[in-house]
């Protein structure tokens, strides 16, 4: 091979990685939730440093024409480290996608093989006087392993002995168990996708399944040639004998491949997207329904009934006991109003505007103070210039909304305070008063309060969250709900 076309091999190699991981990482951004997008977070990681490692061999072919890497020692470790944690990546997205409840261990192998290499490292360290003498009686240059395929597997060995070792060591215990484990993973996936009725994400979920294989067996296999089997026969220099040409050549093709499948299956994150926003408007529509029945409908009977109570008094000219069933309608109609008024007011705040989550939260906490005469108490930490998720914006107000109203209906609180804190890509929302407080057993043979307490935990869960509900009766109540990335990528 020229020595053009070496560099344009791993030029191509880089590119093809490179680019599945950037295209990956922002498909991310605003994608809600879920054990398929964290997975994927690993998958990019992957892309983005096993393309910078080609990247780094590729600078230094081009600085020495093609022909060696010498005094390059340094760029050569970079080269190792940046491959080795991509390859823990990949081993973590494939432990991620085919880990299951049965599985649970598979979710350690990533860092049992990665303690495995780090000996794997540092044990021939002990051994080096002992190979000294022999690296020394060898001519002073270095040999490109990536693209002299055809060198001295002995004097290739010899003379790069420990940074071969490593090479070899990490190609057997990290990037072929983790393109197996990938390949596992995304066939697991591409069953829930058939599952779901998605026959096409099925296919593409396949097509990567078989890229992974390809890779583990022309990267994870074939590897630099070494004095010990399998390397001593499965090596660079005797496979471009069998094939013709240099195995480089299907990483290329195998990267490519990968990053086509890879990049038609981000379809699923504006699919989860959509659904999950189906979800919240569902939601909105069933709490909208228990509002108007556990408070405007039984007040407009309990005004109907004492209505006709106040009839059949007047009629007996029982004008003390009319006046009462009066005044008590004339109180229902008071408490529906504010009822009507504390729902006009959550639906008014349901779009979070361009102002962000920070003002909404900050408009709707005056607003109801105003309405309620509840003094409530906001402090925001950290989140003023992050990028919030689409998605978790409509849930957290939602949240803030629904406790603010258990407060006002229940609690009989004079001070509620509202705590929004980012915490890394994390959030933690937290609503806490000063009111009765309640048991849990009691409370929760409330339709109302019953109902409020589960759509608040079906929110933050549905965003990948908890929520942790903390009361004692005659001393308040904290909600506490926490949600895993939050924000978007940049």
């Known amino acids: ?60 072919l081009i600085k020495t024409g093609g022909v060696s890497v010498e005094g390059s020692v340094a760029m050569r470790g970079l080269y190792l480290l940046l491959s080795a944690l991509s390859a823990l990546a990949l081993l973590r997205f494939g432990a991620q996608l085919a880990g299951s409840a049965r599985l649970r261990w598979i979710r350690w192998a990533p860092w049992g093989l990665a303690a495995a290499w780090v000996l794997s490292v540092v044990l021939p360290q002990l051994v080096a ?36 070792g490593v090479d070899i060591t990490s ?50 296999l074939v590897v630099p040639p070494g004095p010990y089997p399998p390397a001593s026969v499965l090596n660079y220099a005797t496979v471009t004998d069998r094939i013709g040409f240099a195995p480089q050549i299907l990483w290329v093709v195998g990267a490519a491949a990968l990053a086509v499948f890879v990049v038609r299956m981000l379809g699923i994150l504006t699919i989860e997207r959509d659904r999950q926003l189906q979800a919240a408007v569902t939601t909105e529509r069933e709490r909208i329904g228990r509002e108007m029945h556990d408070g405007l ?8 009934l004492r209505s006709s109570l106040a009839h059949e008094l007047l009629e007996r000219r029982d004008l003390h006991g009319a006046e009462d069933a009066i005044g008590s309608i004339g109180s229902a109609v008071q408490d529906a109003y504010r009822d009507v008024r504390a729902s006009i007011l959550e639906l008014r705040s349901a779009d979070v505007g361009p102002g962000g989550l920070w003002q909404c939260v900050t408009e709707y906490c005056e607003k109801f103070s105003l309405e309620t005469g509840i003094d409530v108490r906001l402090e925001l930490q950290g989140g003023e210039h992050g990028h919030w998720s689409p998605l978790v914006e409509l849930q957290l107000i939602r949240i803030v ?90």
């Not at 498909?27 to 939730?33: E, S, T, Y």
């Not at 168990?177 to 069953?191: E, Y």
């Open 401 to 490: 909304q629904e406790a603010l109203a258990n407060v006002r209906r229940h609690s009989g609180a004079r001070h509620a305070r509202v705590r929004l804190e980012r915490r890394g890509d994390a959030c933690v929302l937290s609503i806490s008063d000063d009111g009765r407080g309640f048991s849990f057993d009691g409370q929760t043979r409330r339709p109302g309060a019953r109902f409020g307490l589960q759509t608040m935990r079906e929110r933050a869960e549905g965003l990948g969250g908890e929520l942790r509900i903390e009361s004692t009766p005659g001393r308040g109540t904290v909600v506490t709900a926490t949600v895993p990335h939050a924000f978007e990528a940049g």
């Open 1 to 60: 091979m020229e020595h053009a076309d070496t560099v344009l091999v791993f030029f191509m190699y880089g590119l093809a990685s490179f680019a599945m991981g950037l295209v990956v990482l922002v498909a991310l951004r605003g994608a809600p939730g879920s054990p398929l997008a964290d997975s994927l977070r690993s998958l990019a990681a992957f892309g983005l440093l096993h393309g910078a490692a080609q990247w780094i061999l590729m600078s230094q």
């Open 171 to 220: 190609r057997y215990l990290l990037v072929l168990p983790g393109s197996l484990l990938a390949a596992i993973g995304m066939v697991r996936q591409g069953r829930k996708f058939a599952a779901l009725g998605l026959p096409g994400l099925a296919r593409e979920t396949g097509g990567a399944a078989a890229a992974f294989v390809v890779s583990a067996l022309v990267a994870g």
């Open 129 to 164: 006087p002992a190979v000294a003498a022999e690296v020394r009686s060898l001519p002073q240059r270095e040999t490109c392993l990536e693209c002299h395929w055809d060198a001295s597997a002995a004097y290739v060995t010899a003379s790069r002995g420990w940074l071969n």
């Open 297 to 304: 409908a039984q007040a407009l009977a309990y005004v109907g």
